[in-house]
Nanobody, 116 residues
Framework: QVQLVESGGGLVQPGGSLRLSCVASGSIFSINDMGWYRQAPGKQREMVAFITSRSSTSYAESVKGRFTISRDNAKNTVYLQMNTLKPEDTAVYYC??????????WGQGTQVTVSS
């Protein structure tokens, strides 16, 4: 089994920045892709950003140019740097790990609130 633990959420003003971290432990050999989803109240969970084991990245259109995903394989950690945050970025952010496109594990979620 793989355990994912997120950190770094919080309250930030519009235009501000936050960095989320997700540390993987357990059977990490069973992971290749890692990334982030988010779910706002009353909305479906959506993909935000993903990074493959070879560090290829993909982003939702709504966050391109503002968010950057990266990973440190030595630390089994994936990061999401979020800049120029908007109120519509407010959501619970979930870390996700996949193996060949199939979900392996989810984190417990971390709240990000963008408000003045």
């Amino acid at each position: 089994q793989v355990q994912l633990v997120e950190s770094g959420g919080g309250l930030v003003q519009p235009g501000g920045s936050l960095r989320l971290s997700c540390v993987a432990s357990g059977s990490i050999f069973s992971i290749n892709d890692m990334g982030w989803y988010r779910q706002a109240p009353g909305k479906q969970r959506e993909m935000v950003a993903f990074i493959t084991s070879r560090s290829s990245t993909s982003y939702a259109e709504s966050v391109k140019g503002r968010f950057t995903i990266s990973r440190d394989n030595a630390k089994n950690t994936v990061y999401l740097q979020m800049n120029t945050l908007k109120p519509e970025d407010t959501a619970v952010y979930y870390c996700n790990a996949k193996l060949w496109g199939r979900d392996v594990s989810w984190g417990q979620g971390t709240q990000v609130t963008v408000s003045s």
